[in-house]
T-cell receptor
Framework: KNEVEQSPQNLTAQEGEFITINCSYS?????LHWLQQHPGGGIVSLFM?????KKHGRLIATINIQEKHSSLHITASHPRDSAVYIC?????????WGAGTKLIIKP | DTAVSQTPKYLVTQMGNDKSIKCEQN?????MYWYKQDSKKFLKIMFS???????INETVPNRFSPKSPDKAHLNLHINSLELGDSAVYFC????????????FGQGTRLTVV
């Protein structure tokens, strides 16, 4: 069992839908990252959370430290949001990665 | 300015060759990483350096040798390349202990033929 689990693995939705991707971790962490990997392969850091909630545009990330759970939400989804979304737990000097969620938004 | 830059972006080489991938960050971060992304798109840590000192060395063949001349650079040298080394390699940096993001290079797609 991975120390960082993401769900779902694959998600296909229609443009405009509200998207939720979940991440659970079993290790003690100092922070949790949400990252986006574009179809071209590049990785972009979206959020780094150690508590509470962060918002950037249509993206919202929340974390519950007690429950060891984080969620990434996308409001008013758009085809350009199609990508792989990865959560990674920062423990000491190591990022422990989830397997990623492949999101496809259809027009 | 690019925060974390890797070169080259693409590398095609024959089995048995020795090659290097370079990584530089201009963010002043004290920790740098090398990750390998396998065919299933899963990222696995290979090495982590903090202030030029090796912190993490996962089970990686000793054909892979990281070199950190200063805390802004972490290069990956691979000897005697094998077909199974074909993958995308990502360099990243962060400031551990502070409230900062991890930043990634654009990746190097290595193809061993």
């Amino acid at each position: 069992k991975n120390e960082v689990e993401q769900s779902p693995q694959n998600l296909t939705a229609q443009e405009g839908e509200f998207i939720t991707i979940n991440c659970s971790y079993s290790v003690g962490i100092s922070a949790l990252h949400w990252l986006q990997q574009h179809p071209g392969g590049g990785i972009v850091s979206l959020f780094m959370l150690s508590s509470g909630k962060k918002k950037h545009g249509r993206l919202i990330a929340t974390i519950n430290i007690q429950e060891k759970h984080s969620s990434l939400h996308i409001t008013a989804s758009h085809p350009r949001d199609s990508a792989v979304y990865i959560c990674a737990a920062l423990k000491n000097y190591q990022l422990i990665w989830g397997a990623g969620t492949k999101l496809i938004i259809k027009p | 300015d690019t925060a974390v830059s890797q070169t080259p972006k693409y590398l095609v080489t024959q089995m048995g060759n020795d090659k290097s991938i370079k990584c530089e960050q201009n963010l002043g971060h004290d920790t740098m990483y090398w990750y390998k992304q396998d065919s299933k798109k899963f990222l696995k840590i290979m090495f982590s350096y903090n202030n030029k000192e090796l912190i993490i060395n996962e089970t990686v063949p000793n054909r892979f040798s990281p070199k950190s001349p200063d805390k802004a650079h972490l290069n990956l040298h691979i000897n005697s390349l094998e077909l199974g080394d074909s993958a995308v390699y990502f360099c990243a940096s962060s400031q551990v202990g502070a409230n900062t993001e991890a930043f990634f290079g654009q990746g190097t797609r290595l193809t061993v033929v």
